[in-house]
């Protein structure tokens, strides 16, 4: 290669190359040891000139200036000689045989859930270049940044979530990319080495397996059922036949809602979240036919959240799923518990993020958030110095329990200079037991007294943490690996006293936003976008124009102090 590169020097000759200091830009990567080799040929220098001209080009901070500092300090590691291009037969300069077959994988790319034209570009085409070695030096730096751009959606997606919203707090994943595409230039097969990027979460893979036959599939979409009055035992409805081939059932004389078809529904129920009371109303009736229409933008979609998640969730983990309302312990990619849960509101979105669960406390204070504070307790006080008393609360001032009655509320005026907690009891807002992981958006898994919300098909009306169904059940799976804590335990310390457990694992726990999951019968359900955010997925990704709209509250407001 060098020798062919030799012959294009006349091309250049004299040319010389100013770079501004670039002492500031290394400085902020500091963790990361820098070496910038010095430029041997002239193609290398004009690589290096094209490389600094876009770096300095592009606005700080920028997705164009990360990618040309990434390029400017891998080439620079390496004199800023080329890896893509290679000498062919008759003395021609092309792409070397990985490139080649990198160029293959882009035009695959659709098949990953990815667009082929974001890597395939006009500035990909080695036609166009002969032996102008400003335009090879082009062309080999287009090459890594198509290579580094495809990497990166393979491997953390395209969207940064927090460009979707606020509440999608979840920090992509680092790429080795130098690393990567030396790796890449030098395989065989880079294919291999481009798939072990890919997310192994098994939901991902089979999403991915539904894409590549989404149109058959939708062909051989189950029979639907129509609409119509709530089935219960015993009842007769013309719908009863469709319904038993739905759940493949042997067909029967007569249009009886029977014992069979009951017991066959309460399986389905069980299997899609529902309360699995072997009737069919509206909800039951939404799932079998598929629930949410699904499209192929919601399977990408999905997959790009899935390249969001964590490479590896833990071996034994907590998943909540918001758009399902449901929380499941996994142990080994198996589930081996799961409970129905309240989450926040449309107006107080559940934030989606990872964590691990580092406490659990018994008997718990609820410190009330201020936004709560200020909306809802401060104006009742202020009228009412009573309410805090009357709600099992205490107000904080400067550490120290001070009373209502004693304050000079005229003096106060439109500030409210307090904490407010609840203290443990019977009632509670928190329950008797809660779940931490610290985190800046103060949210847990908690108790609750107010259980009428769980029996709900929507349940989204938490301002933000999250309220599971059967907390002790939770807790006995949560400890099944600790020593020390049992279910028995935690409710021996029921009582007036705020107490705390530190398990001796930290479990990572999950906040997810999936609108289309895959269950154990490999079935695809869908899920409605309570908080708008595929929507707005879909629409950042190119795929459509869809509205993001967000759901208005299904279920009566919960008018209780509840986080």
Known sequence: ??????????????????????????????????????????????IK?????????????????????????????????????????????????AAQKIMKLFGAAASEGLRPSDYLTPALDVTAVGSDPAKLAALETAFSAATMRYATHIYTGRIEPLSIDANLDIQPKQLDQSALMLELATSDDPAAVLAKLEPTHPEFLA????LATFDASRAERPITIEAGATLKPGMSDPRVPALRQRLGLPAVDGLVYDEALIAAIKTFQAGAGLEDDGVMGPATL??????????????????????????????????????????????????TYTTRVVVGSTKNQTPVFSDNIRHIVVNP??????????????????GNPGYIASQNMELIYQGNVVSAYQVNWAAVGDTFPFRVRQKPGPGNSLGQIKFLFPNKHDVYLHDTPSKSLFSRAF??????????????????????????????????MFGPSERWVNPE?????????????????????????????????IKALGLGDAAATVIADAAPADTTLSP
């Open 286 to 335: 939404t799932a079998l036919n598929g629930g949410v229409p699904v499209t192929r933008e919601d399977i990408l979609a999905n997959m790009e959240r899935w390249r969001w998640m964590p490479r590896d969730l833990g071996q034994f983990n907590v998943f909540v799923n918001i758009p399902e309302y449901r929380l499941a312990i996994n142990r080994d990619g198996q589930e």
């Open 207 to 210: 999403l991915k397996a539904r």
């Open 459 to 492: 349940r989204a009306a938490s301002h933000g943490c999250v309220r599971v169904q059967n907390p002790m059940e939770f807790a006995a799976a949560l400890t099944a690996n600790e020593p020390n804590i049992d279910r028995a335990s935690l409710e021996a």
């Open 49 to 97: 000139s094209g490389l600094a001209t876009t770096y300095y080009g592009a606005p700080k901070n920028s997705l164009a200036y990360r990618e040309a500092q990434r390029l400017y300090f891998f080439y620079g590691a390496r004199h800023f000689e080329p890896i893509w291009l290679a000498e062919k037969a008759d003395g021609a300069v092309g792409y070397s045989a």
């Open 505 to 537: 694992q930290q479990v990572p726990v999950h906040l997810a936003y999936f609108t289309l999951r895959v269950g154990a019968d490999g079935e695809l359900r869908s899920y409605a976008d309570v908080y708008g955010h595929n929507a707005k997925l």
């Open 1 to 46: 290669m060098n020798r062919i590169l030799v012959g294009l020097l006349a091309a250049l000759a004299g040319a010389g190359v100013t770079l501004p200091a670039i002492a500031q830009d290394m400085a902020s990567l500091a963790a990361t040891p820098v070496v910038i080799a010095p430029a041997q040929s002239d193609l290398a220098r004009t």
């Open 365 to 382: 204070y609820w410190n009330v958030p201020s936004s709560i504070i200020r909306n809802e307790i401060a104006p009742k006080t202020r």
